[in-house]
């Protein structure tokens, strides 16, 4: 943005090769698979994770998370922040430029589709500025196509992680599902074709309280400036011997994707991504000289050591392990089987005529796990010898949760206590439950 007038100036960031930003196109590759590939693999016939917010569901690897499964929501959502503050403390802000979406896309998509129609840095800025010719109206109209192409693709993948893949791709999904899918499309589309990097340098939250969580130790671009100036200036003289390494090629600058000068000290907008790094490492190579931009630290600069275990990251790593044992413990006691077992209402216990003793109890069980065919149920009772246990059969579909009654009954002896003890066990292919409580009779009988 032109600071005195307020207007935008666009950013036309040339491209560059070098060590970061092979790193960077695989982590780009690697994220992308797993954005595009992951809602269409399928297990027992289902999507391996999928949203359902009509069911207020989660479905992960075959089983169904429901809303008392949000703890488990709130964990790794917890975990995602905590590795996030982590990673800032120690890098910097690597989450954008190596993982952040606005990112992924810009470079994998808008960058390589502009210089694929209209050309290199230098054909880009001549084109904007020339006349509206046929040619400009033709790639312009061809790039924004394959924009709104790209846009399309990306908000039916997106949408596809909610409503479902073979639905959505099929037409079968709801209206609701594809008017989510034309207003992120035009979202997206905005977004590529114009928004671009004003999104981190405005919009973005993480710009700004990254500098909270980061400190002198963090890693971030710098520029050598005790190397590097005084540079050479068009109308300064300044002695040969004086200058500094820097030979103002201006190749840190043109490469930026958010269109800063690094050598004026580190900025809000930048992301991180090493392109300056990568430029700028060749040229200072001819010099046979190591580059003058360079990630680095606060505390490097000032010619002191950068530490690694410092409290905060130390705090962030507690933090993360505590929350992953905490998920993994709670994930290990888990069921695929909701079952809940309460007494009757009104019916403490009652005396049959044959002289038994009957408990009735109402019998609640879910299936949270996606089966190919109803799964059968069956019900055991421990804790009591020679009792009866009455109970309809019951096979759960998928998602499926029934009620029952569930009638045991134990002989009226002398020696019955008058609260026993009871394990009731539900069992099914798949999963085991046990759950406890007791077996009620007269306080006159025994015990």
Same mark, same amino acid.
């Given at each position: 943005?032109?600071?005195?007038?307020?207007?935008?100036?666009?950013?036309?960031?040339?491209?560059?090769?070098?060590?970061?930003?092979?790193?960077?196109?695989?982590?780009?590759?690697?994220?992308?698979?797993?954005?595009?590939?992951?809602?269409?693999?399928?297990?027992?016939?289902?999507?391996?994770?999928?949203?359902?917010?009509?069911?207020?569901?989660?479905?992960?690897?075959?089983?169904?998370?429901?809303?008392?499964?949000?703890?488990?929501?709130?964990?790794?959502?917890?975990?995602?922040?905590?590795?996030?503050?982590?990673?800032?403390?120690?890098?910097?802000?690597?989450?954008?430029?190596?993982?952040?979406?606005?990112?992924?896309?810009?470079?994998?998509?808008?960058?390589?589709?502009?210089?694929?129609?209209?050309?290199?840095?230098?054909?880009?800025?001549?084109?904007?500025?020339?006349?509206?010719? @046929?040619?400009?109206?033709?790639?312009?109209?061809?790039?924004?196509?394959?924009? @709104?192409?790209?846009?399309?693709?990306?908000?039916?993948?997106?949408?596809? *992680?909610?409503?479902?893949?073979?639905?959505?791709?099929?037409?079968?999904?709801?209206?609701?599902?594809?008017?989510?899918?034309?207003?992120?499309?035009?979202?997206?589309?905005?977004?590529?074709? *114009?928004?671009?990097?004003?999104?981190?340098?405005?919009?973005?939250?993480?710009?700004?309280?990254?500098?909270?969580?980061?400190?002198?130790?963090?890693?971030?671009?710098?520029?050598?400036?005790?190397?590097?100036?005084?540079?050479?200036?068009?109308?300064?003289?300044?002695?040969?011997?004086?200058?500094?390494?820097?030979?103002?090629?201006?190749?840190?600058?043109?490469?930026?994707?958010?269109?800063?000068?690094?050598?004026?000290?580190?900025?809000?907008?930048?992301?991180?991504?090493?392109?300056?790094?990568?430029?700028?490492?060749?040229?200072?190579?001819?010099?046979?000289?190591?580059?003058?931009?360079?990630?680095?630290?606060?505390?490097?600069?000032?010619?002191?050591?950068?530490?690694?275990?410092?409290?905060?990251?130390?705090?962030?790593?507690?933090?993360?392990?505590?929350?992953?044992?905490?998920?993994?413990?709670?994930?290990?006691?888990?069921?695929?089987?909701?079952?809940?077992?309460?007494?009757?209402?009104?019916?403490?216990?009652?005396?049959?005529?044959?002289?038994?003793?009957?408990?009735?109890?109402?019998?609640?069980?879910?299936?949270?796990?996606?089966?190919?065919?109803?799964?059968?149920?069956?019900?055991?009772?421990?804790?009591?010898?020679?009792?009866?246990?009455?109970?309809?059969?019951?096979?759960?579909?998928?998602?499926?949760?029934?009620?029952?009654?569930?009638?045991?009954?134990?002989?009226?002896?002398?020696?019955?206590?008058?609260?026993?003890?009871?394990?009731?066990?539900?069992?099914?292919?798949?999963?085991?439950?046990?759950?406890?409580?007791?077996?009620?009779?007269?306080?006159?009988?025994?015990?």
């Amino acid at each position: 943005m032109d600071e005195a007038t307020g207007r935008r100036e666009w950013v036309y960031p040339a491209w560059v090769k070098g060590h970061f930003q092979n790193l960077r196109k695989w982590s780009f590759v690697a994220l992308q698979a797993f954005l595009f590939v992951t809602p269409w693999i399928h297990l027992r016939g289902h999507q391996i994770i999928q949203f359902d917010l009509p069911a207020r569901q989660l479905h992960v690897a075959g089983s169904i998370y429901s809303a008392q499964d949000t703890i488990f929501l709130f964990l790794v959502l917890f975990f995602l922040a905590l590795l996030l503050f982590f990673v800032t403390s120690l890098w910097g802000r690597i989450w954008c430029g190596y993982a952040c979406p606005q990112t992924v896309f810009l470079e994998t998509w808008v960058h390589t589709v502009e210089r694929w129609i209209e050309g290199h840095r230098g054909q880009r800025m001549a084109l904007d500025k020339g006349p509206w010719t @046929a040619q400009k109206v033709g790639k312009k109209a061809a790039k924004w196509t394959i924009f @709104a192409a790209i846009s399309v693709v990306i908000s039916m993948t997106f949408v596809s *992680w909610f409503a479902g893949t073979r639905a959505l791709w099929t037409g079968q999904a709801s209206t609701g599902a594809y008017g989510a899918v034309a207003f992120f499309a035009g979202v997206m589309f905005l977004d590529l074709a *114009w928004f671009r990097e004003q999104f981190c340098n405005f919009l973005c939250p993480y710009a700004r309280f990254q500098g909270v969580i980061a400190g002198p130790n963090s890693l971030v671009i710098t520029y050598d400036e005790a190397r590097g100036e005084p540079r050479r200036q068009k109308g300064v003289k300044i002695p040969k011997e004086q200058l500094g390494a820097c030979i103002d090629c201006n190749k840190c600058v043109a490469v930026c994707p958010t269109g800063i000068d690094i050598r004026d000290g580190y900025q809000l907008e930048c992301i991180g991504c090493a392109k300056c790094v990568d430029a700028c490492t060749p040229i200072m190579a001819k010099f046979n000289q190591e580059t003058l931009v360079r990630y680095s630290t606060e505390v490097e600069e000032k010619g002191g050591e950068t530490s690694l275990v410092r409290p905060r990251p130390v705090l962030y790593a507690v933090g993360l392990i505590v929350t992953a044992l905490v998920f993994v413990g709670l994930l290990a006691a888990r069921h695929e089987l909701d079952v809940t077992v309460n007494r009757a209402p009104g019916s403490l216990y009652t005396v049959d005529p044959d002289g038994m003793v009957r408990n009735t109890f109402i019998l609640q069980v879910g299936n949270k796990q996606f089966v190919e065919a109803p799964a059968a149920i069956t019900v055991s009772v421990e804790g009591l010898d020679d009792i009866e246990v009455i109970v309809p059969p019951v096979q759960l579909a998928t998602g499926q949760s029934v009620k029952v009654p569930l009638v045991i009954r134990h002989a009226h002896t002398d020696d019955l206590p008058r609260t026993a003890p009871l394990d009731i066990r539900v069992r099914s292919d798949f999963d085991e439950v046990v759950v406890k409580t007791t077996f009620k009779t007269d306080a006159g009988v025994g015990g």
